[in-house]
Each structure stands twice: as structure tokens, then as C-alpha cells.
């Protein structure tokens, strides 16, 4: 379905890939487009690229170029709020529309990439994403391909959308109204300033959220408590408790947050840093008792939950546990 040809021989000839031109330092590039039609004036443009044969296509019905096969695969995969970039040197890429919280399939990832010869190659699931953030590349592996596979992998994503999966899809942050608790009798007294609001305000502020109140109080439970029941009388969203969550008995959020009568998912987490963190909800309202390292450390357990809760997902035990593949950054 390739046939080997001289350049000169070539003229009106179809190209069945793009052709890239490389100067060192300078350019690296498209020469020519898949689908272009040979003309005499390429001859020197090709030659000055070390092409002196050249492939020109002929497909046999039941195959598929590269560029097709791509296509059609991201095709299958992409839903509302994703577009597709044009096939170029055979990949094409999906990509977010929107800043949000990417979702995906790894079971259908996993299932398509078994198939020889195909590729779909994905970020992470639970990634946050700005809009025109590349999520999935797919492309196949020879330039021509037997239209079966791809078939394969259309079959496969309907399949799996008819079980009720979603196999790709970028989540949009809602505008939370955060109520954030700051405890420790040494802030709440004045010996020192306070570090953690700072910093909680920024990651909610960079997920579309906005911190609407933040109150001090010292180490004592019946006040956290008071405080928290105080934030829901506003109506807040999610309620953040900073400091306190160590073994220390001075540190009394985590019985706080129980006291206020919240249902506790988990107190820690198999995340380092952010072991400490405690997700509990109060009817709905979600609650987070904060671990010291939100303070200094730019990625703890805080960041891996905070995007999900602002996505609209409830955090479940089986969220907790499965943080501890991957979730050691060198605490």
C-alpha cells in the first residue's frame, strides 16, 4: 500500500505522511502536509532534506492511514467540553475546554492500549487542568493500519459509555464559600501571625472558590465546635480547620470536628506530607481538619482533595486509601 519512488519520479504523486525539516538550532518542522501533491518546484525542497525516495500511498480497502486512525480514536473517547487538535505526524490531541478537574478511564485506557499497534496515552485522573491543557494523545504505531483495531477501540468505547462510564470528561469547579477556622492559642493570642490563612485562600482562590470568613480561636474544643456550627449558620460550603490535628493534647480540632457531630470519613490520610488530614462531612457540608505541612510543604494531601470537593464529588473512604500509590513526595 506504500510504493517506494524516486523523488523526481514523484511529481503529482500524493504524499501519504508529513514530511518534517530539521535545522539544527533553528527549525524543526512541517516541509509538507500528509495529503500534499507532489509539484516539480519540491524536488530541491525535498532533496535538501535527504529525501531522495520517497513513499507515495496507496490504500487497500479495510486499512486506514495514520492521521484517520487517530482521529477516529479521539473521536470515540472525546465528549462535551474537550476539542480535537488536526492529525499531525499521526498523533492527534484531545484537550480541555475548560479549567476544571479531568477525569478518567483507566480501566477502558488500559483495555485499548492491548491492542498491538494502537496508542492512547492519557494524564493522570484527578488532574487539575486549565483551559487548553492537552488530557490524551492517540495515535497508532505504523503508518498504515488495519481498520479492525480501530474499530476495536470504537466498539470498546461504546461499550463501556453503555455500562454508565464516562471515559473522558474535565469536571468545572463550582464558586464555593469557604469558612476557614484558624486554632492555636499562640495565634489566637497574638505571639505569633498567622501563616496558614494566607495560603488557604490562595489554593481556594486558584480553584474559583473564595474564603468568605476566617475566624480565630484558641485550643479549646467547645469553642472550635462553636465556630463550626457558626460558619454553617452563614451558609458556607466547606468548612477548613487549620492546625491542632497532631497527638499533642493541646491539639484538639480532630475531637472538635466530632463533637460538632460530623460524620468522619477518615482522620489521616496514606499520604506523606498530609498523613494528619481529616475529611469529615456535617450532613453534607464537608469539613477539613489541615495538617501543619499545608503551611510549608507546595503539594500535600490538602491539594489532592480540595480540587475534588470543589468539583462537586463526595470523598469516600476508598478515595483515602487509594492516595497511598504514589502519594509518598518525600516527606
Do not use: W
Not at 5 to 24: N, R
Not at 160 to 165: D, I, S, T, Y
Amino acid at each position: 500500500m506504500l510504493r517506494e519512488v524516486k523523488v523526481e519520479d514523484a511529481i503529482g504523486m500524493i504524499l501519504p505522511h508529513d514530511l518534517t525539516q530539521i535545522l539544527p538550532g533553528e527549525f524543526k518542522g512541517r516541509l509538507f502536509r500528509k495529503g500534499h501533491q507532489v509539484t516539480e518546484a519540491d524536488i530541491p525542497a525535498l532533496l535538501s532534506i535527504g529525501k531522495e525516495h520517497i513513499y507515495v500511498m496507496e490504500l487497500q480497502p479495510g486499512y486506514l492511514h495514520e492521521d484517520e486512525a487517530a482521529l477516529r480514536m479521539a473521536k470515540a473517547i472525546a465528549g462535551d467540553g474537550l476539542m480535537l487538535t488536526e492529525p499531525h505526524e499521526g498523533k492527534v490531541n484531545v484537550k480541555s475546554e475548560i479549567h476544571g478537574l479531568v477525569k478518567i478511564d483507566k480501566a477502558f485506557v488500559d483495555s485499548v492500549n492491548a491492542i498491538d499497534e494502537v496508542v492512547l496515552s492519557t494524564i493522570h485522573t484527578n488532574t487539575v487542568v486549565q483551559a487548553g491543557a492537552s488530557l490524551v494523545g492517540t495515535r497508532v504505531i505504523p503508518l498504515i493500519v488495519d481498520e479492525a483495531k480501530v474499530v476495536e477501540v470504537e466498539r470498546l468505547a461504546a461499550a463501556r459509555r453503555e455500562e454508565g462510564f464516562t471515559l473522558l470528561e474535565v469536571k468545572p469547579f463550582r464558586k464555593l464559600r469557604v469558612g476557614v477556622i484558624t486554632t492555636g492559642s499562640e495565634v489566637y493570642k497574638g505571639r505569633i501571625k498567622d501563616k496558614f490563612g494566607p495560603i488557604v485562600k490562595e489554593k481556594v482562590a486558584q480553584l474559583g472558590s473564595e474564603v468568605v470568613e476566617q475566624r480565630f480561636v484558641s485550643d479549646d474544643s467547645e469553642a472550635i465546635v462553636g465556630e463550626i456550627h457558626a460558619l454553617v449558620a452563614l451558609g458556607v460550603d466547606l468548612v477548613l480547620v487549620t492546625g491542632g490535628m497532631s497527638v499533642d493534647p493541646d491539639d484538639r480540632t480532630p475531637g472538635a470536628i466530632k463533637a460538632a457531630g460530623a460524620r468522619v470519613v477518615s482522620y489521616g490520610t496514606p499520604m506523606l506530607p498530609g498523613s494528619m488530614l481529616m475529611i469529615a462531612y456535617l450532613g453534607d457540608l464537608p469539613i477539613m481538619g489541615l495538617p501543619g505541612c499545608v503551611m510549608h510543604d507546595p503539594y500535600t494531601s490538602f491539594d489532592v482533595l480540595l480540587p475534588r470537593i470543589c468539583a462537586g464529588e463526595e470523598i469516600v473512604r476508598s478515595d483515602i486509601t487509594e492516595m497511598g500509590y504514589g502519594g509518598f513526595y518525600q516527606c
